[in-house]
């Protein structure tokens, strides 16, 4: 069974590649990915292996996968080597205006003759909904940082400045007295 | 009165992974959309080598939990990685067992065949609760009952291996469990002639009035959650030579927490 789903985001190739190539980071925006640790001794690139499983139904389906195509910053498969039969594959192309297409296709296969083409076909819904939503928070998070890191200076030209401790506390306030959290008793009788 | 049970045989060679992973789609298809199945805490058990899994049993003859947890623990770990569960004489005397469930791992239940899998560094997966405590009423599902049997502590102790509690609820909810039927049992012999504690009566689906339950039933659709506790150091909370009750109290103990937790979540019967 094949799942191919796309979005378009609004960061260069380059930024896009060293997110999704950084494996530390596939944790944070694969969603239902309930397992995923290096093994063996390479770290990322081509013959990196890791262990992952990915909720799907009732129990963690995965096995241990292996970065097979390592082609920066254009394409990234891995496939099975245990476990679940199946291949992905990341595929990135420029888009105009300097954005970029991000592709996330995967392929998978379940053993067992016919019970494991219905299986594939009724897990197809819950993969292709998971990868998507997958791919929503990839697109949420690289844009996101994108803009923490042109706004400072858009905004003043200046690098943003820490806030000194405790100046929002002044805000905040009883509901009912309207009182600021932290005011002293001399404060309140007064 | 001898038993008229056949000799234990040596089930160890018939487990195949390829046939477990042949059969891990039909179970994932019955556990997800059947059962509803939730499995929880996967991890706390070790990724190598021999463990002990205690559980709690339920669901009669039928008993969904066991087949979910080993369709979890094969997907989890692999089917390459040895898992034996411990079954009945009288369940591996059934036709379903030579093709089935031998392949799958299950071997018959004797202490030496326990002792054997966990020294080929195999998981193991015992009820100790048996044929006692999958039959118990339905109205004691959320309960750990294994009749006093203290016999898999002295077996992992001495072995050396770390003990994981599994416990699980819904079993019980996949037919109307009404009595053990001890008494029949007794009056029919069916301890001395088939180490059988029990003569289950129940109300199943598609008997109707079931009596035994030897021939299985159809479970209802009742929603099974799963939960791998934190493994037991009996060594390091009662020193090398425990005392068996108060190890098992403990051990019981923390597995009726959990259960009764889980307990708690459930909303309705049947629909979880």
Known sequence: MRVAVETDVAVPRQA?????????????????LGRWKREGKKHGGLGARYRMGMQVGSVELGGLVEIVEFDPPHDLAWSGITGVEQRGRWR???????????????TYHAPGGLMGSIADVVALPIVTRELQRSLDELKRRLEKRARERTRPAARTGAPRQRPKKGAGRARRRHRRTGLAFGATCREVVA | MKPLLPPIRDDFEDRDPDHVRTWLPFLWLMASLYFRAEVRGLQKIPRKGPVLLVGNHSGGNMAPDTFI?????????????????????????????????????TVTASPKNAQRALRTGAALLVYPGGDYETHRPSCESARVDFAGRRGFLRLAHRAKVPR?????IGGQETALFLS??????KLLRLDR????????????????????????HLPLPAKITIEVLDPIDLHRLFGDRPSWSEASDYVVGKMQDALTRLRTERRFPVLG
Not at chain 2, 75 to 83: D, I, L, S
Not at chain 2, 180 to 185: D, F, N, P
Not at chain 2, 193 to 216: C, E, H, T, Y
């Open chain 1, 16 to 32: 896009v590649w060293d997110y999704i190539a950084d494996a530390d980071q596939t944790f944070d925006f694969i969603v239902g």
């Open chain 1, 92 to 106: 990135l192309r420029p888009r105009k205006g300097g954005g970029t297409r991000v592709e996330l296709r995967v």
């Open chain 2, 69 to 105: 947890f080993a369709l979890a623990f094969s997907a989890y770990f692999g089917a390459e990685r040895p898992f034996h569960q411990l079954a009945h004489s009288l369940v591996m005397l059934m036709p379903q067992a030579r093709w089935w469930l031998r392949p799958y791992g």
């Open chain 2, 164 to 168: 994981v509690p599994v416990v699980s």
């Open chain 2, 180 to 185: 053990r039927g001890e008494s029949l049992a």
């Open chain 2, 193 to 216: 002639l088939f180490r059988l504690k029990v003569l289950p009566i129940s109300l199943a689906l598609p008997w109707g009035l079931n009596v035994g339950d030897m021939l299985g």
